[in-house]
């Protein structure tokens, strides 16, 4: 008999759910409709609510005990009915956080009185309100509650009979059916309360992350969850982030790459083809972009495959490995400017050595006045090749830590206009030549021949790069730059003389710009170009403690700036160079030393030729078992750098026993390298190579002239 009425009582439960059910959904489209109209009739702020709401309830049927509430955006009541006026004008926060008046159903929400209604809502379109309707679940019930009752005592009549048949039969299984079910309720509660547990914890390990967590949609990347971290890091708030994709997230140049990633994950197998590792750039709600490493994993959340996402801020550790990369690649660079340099140097002294020897034997001959002139003119064409020469070995030495300098404190503008003339004449009539030298550029400390150089180096780069003609303008500024300067970087902090160069020529792209001052790089044609014009310019100012910055693009010329370090003293005034005079003769004694010896050849015959008497040597030692033999010397001439013994060490040696001695130094390496040996401009007497005859003698005889022995 229980088997006969289980069905039974089973299916008229089935029917009474049904019914409830249906006249709770007809009682919340109902109200959700009254919602709605309401919400229309709400077209201004003008119309009365409490008026409104009273024509809804004489238009609408709705169940007794419903209400009708009108809030502004704020959660202010601005009309309750049927009753209730007394709420109006008060803030009611609870009704503040309605849901989204978008949803098409009703809901189920708990009054105040602990009792459930069914809700509604709706917003006006004109103003922004938002209205509610409220049923109380009971009275959408009572509509179907006679048709439940006659279902209920209809089964329970049958339901009596079937347990009475069975009363006696059922007494022992009731007591077994009892222990039972008490045992399927506990289980069922610990294992509740286990998913609970596991449930809890995963939520808080999801919130407690340090690092910005999301739960993302995977086939439309819809953003369904973050935790705090995210909200923090992005300035998003919960709800915000759910109403993005993760695409939101990205900048537009970005979007492509991520899609391609998520093809690929779509396609992969296994957990390491569903995961993803990368840097990516996001935005944050302010618009700042910052460098993120994601770690992304592809799971199934309710059945669905979701991306578990955790970014990681690597701006600054990205910004630092972009510095040490670029602080490496100076490094190189500066290592390989200093190999060359050094090569070029090297190169340089011993062409200077050649070109002595040539430019002095071409000035003895050409002194000869019974020369034919036939052969004089082929003396002086071999002169001038030798000049140019000299002018090559002066620009590598310039290159490779420059020659001997003679800084002083020196008016750019000054340097300036005094080279215009020659710099018309030498970019051609086709270029136009333009100068705004600003007064207030200032004095800088520099060796003026090097400061004329950088100048006609980048006038000439400038005329090569406008073949077909253009404007070249040189013009002066003072410049104060301060720390981390966003318009001068890579420029030290402080006051600066900056002189710049531009041309309208056919510019460079940017990988040509990373090799113009690497020395010998040109792309120009060999025959006329040798690579060492933007490199000479880099060597001198980088020496002098300056930068220089490029600005070009091909089509639209290019700009050169050279920042000068800026001094506070007053330009020394530019002495115009006097008339050149024959050097005078005499007849005193000079121990010359010379290691090179086409070089000790013709210094030898050129102060023989003028009536002094000349003892040689090749090298230091030599030259100190020559000068116990004469005592009599008066002038020690010698090169600084020689194997064995530097020109310094056999001074000093020298003048122990003869302290009215006189020196005077050669040399044909760079500065740097001359210091390196003790001797300096500064103290010294000093004769750079190349040099003539007629230089060499004016040498020996201002120092032989001398008060005082020149110092060692």
Same mark, same amino acid.
């Given at each position: 008999?229980?088997?006969?009425?289980?069905?039974?009582?089973?299916?008229?439960?089935?029917?009474?759910?049904?019914?409830?059910?249906?006249?709770?959904?007809?009682?919340?489209?109902?109200?959700?409709?009254?919602?709605?109209?309401? %919400?229309?009739?709400? !077209?201004?702020?003008?119309?009365?609510?409490?008026?409104?709401?009273?024509?809804?309830?004489?238009?609408?049927?709705?169940?007794?005990?419903?209400?009708?509430?009108?809030?502004?955006?704020?959660?202010?009541?601005?009309?309750?009915?049927?009753?209730?006026?007394?709420?109006?004008?008060?803030?009611?926060?609870?009704?503040?956080?309605?849901?989204?008046?978008?949803?098409?159903?009703?809901?189920?929400?708990?009054?105040? !009185?602990?009792?459930?209604?069914?809700?509604?809502?709706?917003?006006?379109?004109?103003?922004?309100?938002?209205?509610?309707?409220?049923?109380?679940?009971?009275?959408?019930?009572?509509?179907?509650?006679?048709?439940?009752?006659?279902? =209920?005592?209809?089964?329970?009549?049958?339901?009596? +009979?079937?347990?009475?048949?069975?009363?006696?039969?059922?007494?022992?299984? =009731?007591?077994?059916?009892?222990?039972?079910?008490?045992?399927?309720? %506990?289980?069922?509660?610990?294992?509740?309360?286990?998913?609970?547990?596991?449930?809890?914890?995963?939520?808080?390990?999801?919130?407690?992350?340090?690092?910005?967590?999301?739960?993302?949609?995977?086939?439309?990347?819809?953003?369904?969850?973050?935790?705090?971290?995210?909200?923090?890091?992005?300035?998003?708030?919960?709800?915000?982030?759910?109403?993005?994709?993760?695409?939101?997230?990205?900048?537009?140049?970005?979007?492509?790459?991520?899609?391609?990633?998520?093809?690929?994950?779509?396609?992969?197998?296994?957990?390491?083809?569903?995961?993803?590792?990368?840097?990516?750039?996001?935005?944050?709600?302010?618009?700042?972009?910052?460098? =993120?490493?994601?770690?992304?994993?592809?799971?199934?959340?309710?059945?669905?495959?979701?991306? +578990?996402?955790?970014?990681?801020?690597?701006?600054?550790?990205?910004?630092?490995?972009?510095? +040490?990369?670029?602080?490496?690649?100076?490094?190189?660079?500066?290592?390989?400017?200093?190999? +060359?340099?050094?090569?070029?140097?090297?190169?340089?002294?011993?062409?200077?050595?050649?070109?002595?020897?040539?430019?002095? &034997?071409?000035?003895?001959?050409?002194?000869?006045?019974?020369?034919?002139?036939?052969?004089?003119?082929?003396?002086?064409?071999?002169?001038d090749a030798a000049q140019r020469a000299a002018g090559l070995t002066g620009r590598i030495l310039a290159f490779s830590r420059g020659r001997v300098m003679q800084p002083v404190a020196l008016d750019v503008n000054d340097v300036v206009e005094g080279l215009q003339p020659m710099l018309g004449?030498?970019?051609?009539?086709?270029?136009?030549?333009?100068?705004?030298?600003?007064?207030?550029?200032?004095?800088?400390?520099?060796?003026?021949?090097?400061?004329?150089?950088?100048?006609?180096?980048?006038?000439?780069?400038?005329?090569?790069?406008?073949?077909?003609?253009?404007?070249?303008?040189?013009?002066?500024?003072?410049?104060?730059?301060?720390?981390?300067?966003?318009?001068?970087?890579?420029?030290?902090?402080?006051?600066?003389?900056?002189?710049?160069?531009?041309?309208?020529?056919?510019?460079?792209?940017?990988?040509?710009?990373?090799?113009?001052?690497?020395?010998?790089?040109?792309?120009?044609?060999?025959?006329?170009?040798?690579?060492?014009?933007?490199?000479?310019?880099?060597?001198?100012?980088?020496?002098?403690?300056?930068?220089?910055?490029?600005?070009?693009?091909?089509?639209?010329?290019?700009?050169?700036?050279? &920042?000068?370090?800026?001094?506070?003293?007053?330009?020394?005034?530019?002495?115009?160079?006097?008339?050149?005079?024959?050097?005078?003769?005499?007849?005193?004694?000079?121990?010359?030393?010379?290691?090179?010896?086409?070089?000790?050849?013709?210094?030898?015959?050129?102060?023989?030729?003028?009536? &002094?008497?000349?003892?040689?040597?090749?090298?230091?030692?030599?030259?100190?078992?020559?000068?116990?033999?004469?005592?009599?010397?008066?002038?020690?001439?010698?090169?600084?750098?020689?194997?064995?013994?530097?020109?310094?060490?056999?001074?000093?040696?020298?003048?122990?026993?003869?302290?009215?001695?006189?020196?005077?130094?050669?040399?044909? &390496?760079?500065?740097?390298?001359?210091?390196?040996?003790?001797?300096?401009?500064?103290?010294?007497?000093?004769?750079?190579?190349?040099?003539?005859?007629?230089?060499?003698? %004016?040498?020996?005889?201002?120092?032989?002239?001398?008060?005082?022995?020149?110092?060692?």
């Amino acid at each position: 008999m229980c088997a006969v009425a289980a069905p039974f009582v089973l299916g008229t439960a089935l029917r009474v759910r049904e019914r409830v059910t249906a006249a709770r959904v007809e009682a919340g489209r109902r109200a959700l409709d009254v919602a709605g109209l309401v %919400a229309a009739r709400l !077209d201004d702020r003008a119309r009365d609510a409490g008026t409104v709401i009273a024509d809804a309830f004489r238009g609408a049927r709705l169940p007794d005990g419903a209400t009708i509430t009108i809030l502004d955006a704020q959660g202010v009541v601005l009309g309750h009915g049927p009753r209730g006026e007394e709420l109006v004008g008060r803030r009611m926060p609870n009704l503040a956080a309605l849901p989204d008046a978008g949803r098409r159903e009703a809901i189920e929400v708990v009054g105040s !009185d602990g009792a459930p209604w069914l809700a509604a809502f709706a917003t006006a379109p004109a103003t922004g309100w938002r209205v509610r309707v409220a049923v109380p679940r009971r009275a959408a019930d009572a509509a179907v509650r006679g048709e439940v009752a006659r279902d =209920v005592l209809l089964t329970a009549a049958a339901l009596a +009979l079937a347990l009475g048949l069975a009363a006696v039969v059922g007494r022992r299984v =009731v007591g077994s059916l009892d222990s039972t079910f008490d045992e399927m309720a %506990a289980t069922i509660d610990a294992r509740t309360a286990a998913l609970r547990r596991i449930e809890q914890r995963y939520q808080l390990l999801f919130e407690a992350c340090p690092l910005p967590l999301f739960l993302s949609e995977f086939a439309t990347h819809r953003i369904l969850a973050v935790n705090d971290a995210a909200c923090a890091e992005y300035g998003y708030t919960r709800e915000e982030f759910t109403h993005l994709t993760l695409l939101d997230l990205r900048p537009a140049e970005e979007r492509l790459r991520f899609l391609a990633v998520s093809r690929a994950l779509t396609e992969a197998q296994g957990f390491r083809e569903r995961s993803s590792t990368g840097v990516w750039r996001h935005r944050h709600k302010d618009g700042s972009i910052a460098e =993120v490493e994601v770690f992304t994993v592809i799971t199934e959340f309710e059945g669905q495959p979701v991306r +578990l996402s955790v970014s990681l801020d690597v701006t600054a550790r990205r910004r630092a490995e972009r510095a +040490l990369q670029e602080s490496q690649d100076q490094l190189r660079r500066a290592q390989k400017m200093e190999a +060359l340099g050094r090569f070029a140097g090297g190169i340089a002294h011993d062409f200077n050595n050649l070109l002595t020897g040539i430019l002095g &034997y071409c000035d003895l001959a050409l002194s000869d006045e019974g020369l034919p002139s036939e052969t004089r003119e082929d003396f002086s064409a071999i002169r001038d090749a030798a000049q140019r020469a000299a002018g090559l070995t002066g620009r590598i030495l310039a290159f490779s830590r420059g020659r001997v300098m003679q800084p002083v404190a020196l008016d750019v503008n000054d340097v300036v206009e005094g080279l215009q003339p020659m710099l018309g004449r030498m970019i051609g009539e086709h270029i136009r030549l333009e100068s705004d030298l600003s007064p207030s550029a200032g004095t800088v400390l520099a060796d003026s021949g090097q400061v004329e150089q950088v100048v006609l180096n980048l006038a000439l780069n400038a005329r090569d790069a406008m073949p077909d003609g253009g404007v070249l303008s040189i013009s002066t500024s003072d410049v104060h730059v301060e720390h981390d300067d966003a318009h001068h970087p890579d420029v030290p902090p402080g006051r600066w003389t900056v002189l710049e160069v531009r041309d309208t020529g056919v510019g460079m792209d940017a990988e040509t710009q990373t090799h113009i001052f690497e020395p010998f790089f040109t792309t120009k044609d060999r025959a006329r170009g040798t690579g060492l014009g933007l490199a000479t310019v880099y060597a001198i100012v980088q020496q002098g403690g300056g930068a220089v910055r490029v600005w070009s693009a091909p089509g639209a010329g290019s700009r050169f700036a050279v &920042y000068l370090p800026r001094v506070d003293e007053p330009a020394e005034e530019r002495r115009t160079p006097p008339a050149p005079q024959l050097a005078v003769g005499g007849d005193e004694t000079i121990l010359l030393v010379e290691d090179e010896e086409a070089v000790r050849a013709i210094a030898r015959e050129t102060l023989i030729r003028r009536g &002094y008497r000349v003892i040689t040597a090749a090298d230091g030692p030599s030259a100190i078992e020559v000068a116990r033999r004469h005592p009599e010397i008066d002038l020690l001439l010698t090169d600084v750098v020689m194997p064995g013994m530097s020109g310094r060490e056999l001074a000093e040696l020298l003048a122990r026993d003869r302290h009215a001695l006189k020196v005077l130094f050669m040399t044909g &390496y760079t500065e740097d390298e001359v210091l390196h040996r003790g001797v300096s401009s500064d103290d010294v007497a000093l004769l750079a190579k190349p040099f003539t005859p007629d230089t060499l003698c %004016a040498e020996v005889r201002a120092v032989l002239d001398a008060e005082q022995p020149s110092a060692v």
